[in-house]
C-alpha cells in the first residue's frame, strides 16, 4: 500500500501490526548471540583491563568485530593544553594501569616529546590533526599516529569537539570523551 500525498508518517492502521512487531522483536533477538558465561567473565575482565565499563567494551567489540589494542589520548584530554602543564594524577594513575597501547596526539605547538615527558604512562606519542584540518590532513596524522595497527582497534579518547570527528576521519573504534573515560 502507497503513502499518498499529506500522509504525515504515522503509525501503520493495517491489521495486524501488533504480531509484525512481535515477529520483528523475535527476529531481532534471535539475532543476538548467547555467549556462554565464560566468555562473558573474560570480556568482563578485559574491559577492567582497558579501564571500560563493561557496556561500552562490549558496545565498541560488536561495533568493529575486534578487540581493543589501546587508546588515542588527545592532548585536550589529557589536559595538556600548552608546554609545561601537567596531567593530573588521577589521570596518570589510570593510564598507568592500563593492559593497552597508550598514544598521545599532540596539538600544534605542543611537541610529541614534551607530551611523553609530561605524560610519562604513554606508550608514545604523534603529532595530531590541527583543530578543522582538512579531511586528508587529518587521516595522514592519524594514520601516522597508528603505527600500522589497524584503526579500528584504537578507540579515540578526546575532549575538545571537533576530536569526535576524527574517529570517522581514521576509522577508528569510535571516540570516548574524556569526561567519560577518566570518570571515578
Not at 597501547?101 to 603529532?127: I, N
Amino acid at each position: 500500500m502507497g503513502v499518498s500525498i499529506g500522509h504525515n508518517g504515522g503509525p501503520s492502521m493495517d491489521e495486524g501490526l501488533s504480531w509484525r512487531r512481535h515477529c520483528w522483536s523475535k527476529a531481532r533477538a534471535d539475532l543476538l548471540p548467547v555467549l556462554p558465561i565464560e566468555v562473558v567473565r573474560l570480556r568482563v575482565k578485559r574491559a577492567a583491563e582497558l579501564g571500560l565499563d563493561y557496556r561500552t567494551y562490549a558496545g565498541v567489540r560488536a561495533q568493529t568485530g575486534h578487540d581493543l589494542v589501546g587508546f588515542l589520548f588527545s592532548s585536550n584530554a589529557l589536559g595538556l593544553l600548552r608546554a609545561g602543564d601537567t596531567v593530573p594524577v588521577a589521570r596518570m594513575e589510570k593510564l598507568a594501569g592500563l593492559v593497552a597501547e597508550r598514544v598521545g596526539l599532540s596539538r600544534p605547538g605542543l611537541s610529541p616529546g614534551a607530551m611523553l615527558q609530561a605524560c610519562p604512562p604513554l606508550t608514545g606519542a604523534a603529532p595530531g590533526p590541527a583543530p578543522l584540518a582538512a579531511w586528508a590532513q587529518a587521516r595522514d596524522a592519524l594514520r601516522s599516529a597508528l603505527r600500522g595497527v589497524p584503526g579500528d582497534r584504537m578507540l579515540l579518547v578526546g575532549d575538545a569537539p571537533w576530536e569526535a570527528d576524527w574517529a570517522a576521519i581514521g576509522r577508528l573504534a569510535g571516540h570516548l570523551p574524556a569526561a567519560r573515560f577518566f570518570a571515578a
